[in-house]
């Protein structure tokens, strides 16, 4: 039995599971709480989730890549990495930079846009049990609102997003891997491998950001994505896309329109031209002090993040 230790609505955790579902092997999750991580403080490994504790070996593993490496290699039925070598590594600096670089800006604006729309969804997704569920009721979600979008703010720096050339730097990553799948079914060779996996896995918080969603020469890309979810069972939504939908279905309006977009902030990744060994992460330490300085960067990125408003209408590539 595998144990999983997750946050449900994260994309890395996705892929882990998607990872277990692939290889057909018992798991249970548990779901942890995302401020204190108690439940999994006994295991002696970085304390990023997901992590998965395998009760039949005793081995504890967090880190999305290296976990499904563990899982491939401690139970290779059904494999998710190629058994020739060079293929093999191939689709492992894959997973390591798509985690490095889609995985964290999607993060970062993915959040972006739940703040700047639906930020009562905080709540939903953080306090879910906290207080008997107290902060999933109406106004009480508003009051948490602002709280936990302060705490992820500085956490994960959104008030930086346009300092740091996040969307263009994006955008130069998807661009050409959106080209490369229109010619070829899969990253890495002739089958579906981790590297596959890991790519629609990380792409899903780009589904409520219009800037990506509604990209003309990116709804190729969404439609290989959503190929793969419906070959593979994966959850048409989550719930924060359904949230967000029906909210700018109600207003008429979504915030998409990204005022800035510079050509020279094309370089945000910065990463070693080398093979990588491990993903990269960005999480920043947040204690009650730094709090002060969250009120404006969640002020800021709610009114003046530079991102307009503009009518909502369905992506092309889901006519949702
Ligand atoms: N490279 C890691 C990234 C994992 C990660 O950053 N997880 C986030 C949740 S999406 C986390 O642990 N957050 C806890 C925190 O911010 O303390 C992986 O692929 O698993």
Redesign the pocket.
């Known amino acids: 039995m595998i144990e999983l230790y997750k ?1 449900h609505w ?1 994309h ?1 955790v996705e892929k882990v599971r998607w990872a277990l579902d692939f290889k057909r092997l018992p798991w249970r999750g548990i779901d942890i709480v ?1 401020f204190t ?1 108690k439940e999994m403080q006994r295991f002696d490994c970085p304390q ?3 992590l998965i504790h395998d009760t039949a070996t005793g081995v504890a593993i ?4 290296p976990i499904i490496r563990y899982l491939d290699e401690a139970y290779p039925e059904r494999r998710l990495f190629p058994l020739d070598p060079v293929e093999r590594e191939q689709a492992w600096q894959w997973m390591l930079r798509l ?1 490095s670089t889609l ?1 964290l800006y999607a ?1 970062r604006l993915g959040y972006t846009q739940v703040i700047m729309e639906c930020p009562q969804t905080l709540a939903q997704l953080f306090m879910p049990n906290v207080c008997g569920g107290l902060f999933t009721r109406r106004g009480w979600r508003r009051l948490a609102a602002p709280v936990l979008g302060m705490m992820l703010t500085l ?1 994960f720096r959104f008030h930086r997003n346009q300092q740091d050339g996040v969307y263009e730097a994006l955008e130069a990553l998807l661009l050409p891997l959106a080209e490369k799948l229109e010619r070829d079914r899969f990253l890495v060779g002739e089958q579906f491998t981790a590297a596959d996996l890991t790519l629609a896995s990380l792409l899903r918080p780009l589904r409520i950001v219009p800037h990506f969603s509604h990209h003309p020469k990116l709804q190729s890309l969404f439609v290989w994505q959503e190929r793969l979810f419906r070959e593979h069972g994966r959850d048409a939504t989550f719930p924060y896309e359904d949230a967000i939908r029906a909210q700018r279905q109600r207003r008429g309006a979504m915030r998409g329109l990204v005022r800035w977009m510079r050509a020279d902030g094309r370089e945000g990744f910065d990463l070693p031209h080398d093979a990588l060994q491990v ?1 990269r ?1 960005d ?1 920043h330490p947040v204690n009650r002090w730094s709090l002060v300085l969250g009120l404006p960067a969640y002020l800021k990125l709610r009114w003046f993040s530079g991102i307009s408003w503009m009518p909502y209408v369905p992506a092309a590539y889901s006519g949702v």
């Open positions: 946050l994260s890395y995302a991580k990023t989730v997901p967090s880190d999305s890549s985690d995985g993060r956490r993903a992460n999480i």
